[in-house]
């Protein structure tokens, strides 16, 4: 199989490599590991998926039997200064790979985000709930599954949230950062979600590669928590001796408008390949126990 991963220096696009050049995942070995498969990983300074050309040329050289698409302009705050590099990077993107892809028979696998809602639910948000982001990030974000629908008929659109995993940086490596260096940590706690391991996400990407299973999914850690319980978790499986405090989204402000709940239920990938998502509790202490060697 021929398969392309754009975004590929981002951490889970790094998280997928080590997938295929290991050959299995923590979880176990999805059906496309077993294949002979010759994999093509790309960033930006290769290719801007935004421009619908390079993505024609790139098709041109190789015909891909699926593409996982990693690649998103991810830093939530600067999405609202800067609305065109979101547009760009999360809805035209998205859009030129769905192009590209229903004209060459391609398979796209595309990770979207739980900032597409409102985040004011008080019960894990299903597929088929009405998204209403709130956020330059969630509306480009939302724009990119838009297109994808309307362009493409052979996708998965992967909604994920609060990702962690071994590259780059993330949430939990800059919380021990700080617990280590400071002893206290002040987080937010009226803000909930699903913390989601990028090994679990990236199990559950490739077992869709080899289906024809097609359409929404929602793929979390399970169980949720706040991101001041999340910190409490993370410092106390690090065995770091720090303080953490609660505090509220308005002590906190941000530039783009945070939910405040936005948990997932893996509803989609229960009815069809099976939700093999670990508990978030049992994800990150995994996560812990073996970043030194991972990362």
Known sequence: MKIL????????????????????TELGTPDVLKLDNTV???DIDEIDISDLAAVQNLF??????????????????????????AFKANAIGPRNL??????????????????????????PYT??????????YGKTKYLGEEY??????????????WLYGYYGN?????????????????????????????CDLAHHLLKLCTTEEYGIYHGTGNGECSWYEFTKKIV?????????????TEEYPTPAKRPAYSSLNNLMFRATVGDEFRNWEEALECFIKNSDKNS
């Open 236 to 248: 106390e499986l690090s065995a770091i001796s720090a303080t953490v405090t609660p505090c509220t």
């Open 170 to 198: 993330n949430f939990v490596k800059t919380m021990i950062k700080i617990a280590t260096e400071k002893g206290a940590c002040k987080v937010v706690s009226d803000q909930r979600g699903n913390p989601t391991n990028a």
């Open 5 to 24: 991963v754009t975004g590929a220096k981002g951490q889970l696009g790094k998280e997928i490599k080590a997938c295929f050049d290991r050959g299995y």
């Open 98 to 123: 769905a192009i590209v892809c229903e004209r060459r028979g391609a398979k796209l696998i595309h990770v979207s985000t739980d900032y597409v809602f409102e985040g004011n639910g008080t019960v």
């Open 40 to 42: 093509r990983y790309v």
């Open 127 to 136: 597929e088929w709930d009405i998204c209403n982001p709130q956020s330059v």
């Open 60 to 85: 041109s050289e190789e015909n891909f039997d699926v593409v996982i698409n990693c690649a998103a302009y991810t830093n939530v705050n600067k999405c609202e200064s800067d609305e065109l590099t």
């Open 148 to 161: 994808i629908k309307q362009f493409s008929t052979k996708y998965f659109i992967v909604r994920t949230a």
